[in-house]
């Protein structure tokens, strides 16, 4: 099965029988000015929870679903330097990727593990590899977290902790895959031409642990995962979901229910894709090619049966694979995004 949705790129697009979703609708409207710059969303089913790029304290915004206001802040005595996405974990706690890195200069990234009563843990983390700049964070049913870069060079990378987390030391990732998108027509995003539309900026885990999403500044990915297997979701055919006109779209979440909702930076509405996850197990992730519309990802395959071989299968629909595509225009959107990322406010 393969949906294809969004203005401009066409109707549900399907194998016979398997129903089109709805077109993203607003739910409400982000208006607080300190939610400028909103980076993640995690919800539940009273409350949606959002973190932001810059801040020298670490803050979590509680949102009420009903109109988008912030009801409460939970804070924490810790200075972060770049957070870019949050998970709720099964527990109720709130797990926050402060992996942002647009100059490529730090030496240690964290994650922060949020409790429901406000405290919160550090575990500081290196990568095996050099820097990365790291927008999207996934914690599994097992509650592994795993951290996928933003590349605009070619295929983003998948680490995890390579050791138990521990606040005594660094702990070092490890890189367990990557994973490329092909170049699409869906508009918006900040980045010229399809620039946005290859480059990672959230995920997110459905509550049922069976649907693994990934997004980009237009697009969202979803990958079945029925025995809650991250990396394994991974290496599957991917239903896409546009998500046009989104200007600066990071923010991916699930709410109980199935629905995903997505949004952006600046003042805008967190919009809503109900019955996602019921499509996805009604009909699974299988695709039926011949119906592919254009612009569609590809398959990350496993060459070798390890999660290190996973990658892109299958050329882009615009005529360039997806690596030509990042050669030709790595060089303009890594000076595009170290400049804009100079530009926005970080704590540091």
Known sequence: MLLSLGPGIGTAVARKGSPPLPAPSARCHVTDERLSELSGLAAEGE???????????????VLDPGNCSVRDVRTAGIDPYDVEDLALAANGDLWLADTGDN????ETVALHVMSAGGSATLYRLTWPDGPHNAEALILGPEGVPHIITKEPFGPAG????AAELTTASTTPLEKVGSLAVEATRTPGGPLPGTLGSVVVTGAAVSHDGTVVAVRTYTDAYLYSAPGGDVLAALQEEPLRVPLPHEPQGE???FEPDGTILSASEGSRPVRAIPGVVQAMRTYGASIDSSTAP????????????TPEGMRSAGDDRFGLSTTKTALLVGATAAVIIVFAGRLRRRSR
């Not at 409350?47 to 915004?61: I, N, Q, R």
């Not at 998948?158 to 902790?161: F, T, V």
């Not at 254009?294 to 049966?305: F, K, P, V, W």
């Open 103 to 106: 100059s490529l200069r730090r």
């Open 251 to 253: 923010a991916l979440a």
């Open 47 to 61: 409350s949606w929870y959002a973190v932001t790029d810059g801040g020298s304290v670490l803050k979590v915004y």
């Open 294 to 305: 254009t612009g569609t990802t590809s398959h990350a395959e496993n060459r070798d049966n």
């Open 158 to 161: 998948i680490y995890r902790p």
